[in-house]
């Protein structure tokens, strides 16, 4: 595709129901980023994928999220007994990595996420 | 650990006058340094990135920044705005574990 899709856009949910968030990346980008924007708040790293290496899950606010990515496509966000302050919008974002030569991501236009 | 912060969580610029946006990071290694905008129910956009080389970067928009080493600043200038600069700006850092981190937003308002 010409760029990043995520779906669903909107997610309405019940406290305690689990989530599945999905994220399309540009063809050939190796980099995907998963980052939670609360309302009215700056971008949380949740996990950064790399190619085949480990993924780097160190901004994963508890042991309820998790990530997967398929080779170098895509991935998918789940959040397990959703609890309220879960809401958020959920951004992705890949890059094209080269070596040390550190390009910019483009982002999809986010999940809203709403635990009532 | 890297971090970047945006000591503004809002600047209000005249129509037509010179706008700055502050940023300053902290990194261990050689700064990869970022800044986006996000535009009113609008995805994240690039705007310009600092790898090395000129110290004066430009970007989309008609937008610069200004890489600094001494005072590890990175601000993000415009010589004239425009009403339609208003958005939410993010300035990004990318350290050697390549974590991309983000400030945490300055919204620019332009006054007509």
């Known amino acids: 595709g010409a760029g990043v899709s995520q779906s669903p856009s909107n997610k309405v949910t019940e406290k305690g129901k689990d989530v599945e968030l999905r994220c399309d990346p540009i063809?050939?980008?190796?980099?995907l980023y998963w980052y939670r924007q609360r309302l009215g708040q700056g971008l949380e790293f949740l996990i950064y994928?790399?190619?085949?290496?480990?993924?780097?899950k160190s901004g994963l606010p508890s042991d309820r999220f998790s990530a997967e990515r398929t080779g170098e496509s895509v991935s998918t966000l789940t959040i397990q007994r959703t609890q309220q302050e879960d809401s958020a919008v959920y951004l992705c974002?890949?890059?094209?990595?080269?070596?040390?030569?550190?390009?910019?991501?483009?982002f999809g236009p986010g999940t809203r996420l709403t635990v009532l | 650990a890297q971090s970047v912060a945006q000591p503004e969580d809002q600047v209000n610029v005249a129509e037509g006058n010179p706008l700055t946006v502050k940023c300053t990071y902290s990194?261990?290694?050689?700064?990869?340094l970022f800044w986006y905008v996000q535009y009113p129910n609008r995805g994240l956009q690039f705007l310009l990135k600092?790898?090395?080389?000129?110290?004066l970067v430009k970007g989309s928009y008609g937008f610069e920044a200004e890489f600094n080493k001494s005072q590890t600043s990175f601000h993000l200038k415009k010589p004239s705005a425009l009403v339609s600069d208003s958005a939410l700006y993010f300035c990004?850092?990318?350290?050697?574990?390549?974590?991309?981190?983000f400030g945490k937003g300055t919204r620019l308002h332009i006054l007509p």
């Open positions: 990194v261990s290694g050689n700064p990869y």
């Open positions: 994928f790399q190619g085949n290496s480990a993924p780097d």
């Open positions: 063809s050939g980008h190796t980099a």
């Open positions: 990004a850092v990318r350290d050697w574990d390549d974590k991309i981190i």
């Open positions: 600092y790898i090395t080389g000129d110290n």
């Open positions: 974002a890949s890059s094209l990595e080269s070596g040390r030569y550190y390009n910019e991501q483009f």
